[in-house]
């Protein structure tokens, strides 16, 4: 099974996905931590990307195109991967069919983890102070919101009109979003 999350940041699509891919045994990849695990390593694509993403911008879509095909052609993705924010723009989603196409898959699954704009701004408050990540400094949390609106929400509305897209309220607790996460995919 071949299954998206998508949402705005702080969504909790992290912290649904770790649970989701366990309980579906299938790898989970997320383009956020690979970044910036190559930044923290300072690997040549961590160099590059990591100016970008402390400012709170996206990376280009040649550089995550080249990370989606990196990780598709690993072993563990032959049965299915679960993707985790991993597809922000059009042409990324373009490409990612694209990719999965070349193998005879699809994505089976969309789902989109909602949240207001108020909630969102607390949880990142919140997770600034926990975890020190430098784009959820306040500035780089406008430029990110302001990405994921411009750049990242259309492409919802594009997996809309190839297909479907399940929409979660993802407000509760964590284990209130995981259980509805299951209950969109028919899982006890
Ligand atoms: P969030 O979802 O809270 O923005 P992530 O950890 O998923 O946090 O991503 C952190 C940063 O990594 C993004 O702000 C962006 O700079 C970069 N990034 C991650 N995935 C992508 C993507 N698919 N396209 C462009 N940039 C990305």
């Known amino acids: 099974m071949d299954l998206l999350l998508m949402g ?3 969504a909790g699509k992290g912290t649904q996905g770790v649970r989701l891919a366990e309980a579906l045994g299938i790898p989970k990849f997320a383009t956020g931590d690979l970044l910036r695990e190559a930044v923290r390593l300072g690997t040549p694509l961590g160099l590059k990307a990591k100016a970008v993403m402390e400012a709170g911008h996206l990376v280009s879509d040649e550089i995550i195109l080249g990370i989606m095909r990196e990780q598709l052609a690993r072993p563990e993705a032959g049965r299915g991967v679960l993707f985790d924010g991993v597809v922000r723009t059009i042409p990324q989603a373009e490409g990612l069919a694209a990719l999965l196409a070349e193998s005879d898959r699809q994505l089976d699954r969309v789902l989109f983890l909602d949240v207001s704009d108020a909630e969102i701004l607390d949880r990142l408050a919140k997770r600034r102070t926990l975890e020190s990540r430098a784009d959820d400094d306040p500035r780089a949390v406008v430029v990110r919101l302001r990405a994921y609106r411009e750049q ?4 919802i509305a594009w997996y809309e009109q190839h297909g479907s897209v399940t929409r979660i309220a993802a407000v509760g607790t ?15």
């Open 152 to 155: 990242t929400a259309p492409v």
């Open 174 to 188: 964590v284990d209130q979003v995981a259980t509805r996460v299951r209950a969109a995919l028919g899982m006890p």
């Open 8 to 10: 705005p940041p702080g």
